[in-house]
């Protein structure tokens, strides 16, 4: 350490070149398309996140709407206008803000139904697999007959259901919960079978037994020992599943039983669209289709990295 250096600075330091000379960094630098993948997931989360400040128009703001701007072709057709870079759609809606807010609640959908898909999935598959017996047996067969029934159609369900329940003068202002609800009800076998495995693994390690002589309780041995040690998996799993989600979000959207036809969402777009399709207006579907593609794409390579990275087997 220089003479008079701060020592905050040199703990900075160490700590970026820890980070710099670690092999999860060295793997990430040296796959371009991984790289690429990130920038673009990054990009995409970041104009979602600065969606206000980005677009010139507010498409949630039906005031600021004006149907005289509707189907307004992008830019560099004829007839486009630099107010409206990718063109508007039916109501005037500017196409390139719609999709940054499609974005926003896209990724929001598709990140709080993970988390309660891991937190149901990862709850029953650690009891299941530290209690053992009928209760391991009866969370197991209830997950095995779950995955044989497509997690779309399981969406379908749980929002049919949801919306039966509800009443009416509510149902579009609960619609992005029950998206959540219904894609976390449908996901959570996955981490549930992959976190009762590992669980399977790790209490019948000694410092499991060790525990256990010591008479810890089973709740802290599950939370402080056995769970950060199957987490590992579980995570890159949530990667992949962030893009599975938003694509069901964006069908169940597009089917009409998503989000509300008033709050932009990508799915919205791209069935607002699709019906303006063969009338010339190609521009309401190419370009949300465009951004959904695009974005599900950066987090699935992104998590495909991830998981090469926590594989033992290619090290």
Partial sequence: MQTGEPAGKTIQRGLFRRIVDHDIFYSFTRSPVT??????TFMFFFGAVAAPWLTPHDPFNPASLNLMDAFKPPVWVKGGEWRFPLGTDNQGRDIYSTILFGCRISLIVGFLSVLLSM???VTLGTFSGYVGGWI??????????QLTIPGILVALTVDGIARSVLPRDMIDHMAIYVLILSIGIAHWPQYARVTRSGTLVEKNKEYVAAARIIRVPPVLIVVRHILPNVMGPTLVIATIGI?????????LSFLGVGVPPTTPSLGTLIRIGNDFLFSGEWWITLFPVAALVLLVLS???????????????LR
Wanted: aromatic share 4%; charged share 20%; hydrophobic share 65%.
């Fill in 35 to 40: 790289v690429i993948a990130a920038v673009v």
């Fill in 119 to 121: 937190v149901m999935g």
């Fill in 136 to 145: 391991e047996a009866l969370i197991m067969r209830a997950a095995d007959i």
């Fill in 243 to 251: 893009a599975l989600a938003i694509i069901i979000e964006a069908t």
């Fill in 299 to 313: 987090v699935n390579l992104v998590g495909d990295w991830l998981r090469d990275v926590f594989n033992p087997k």
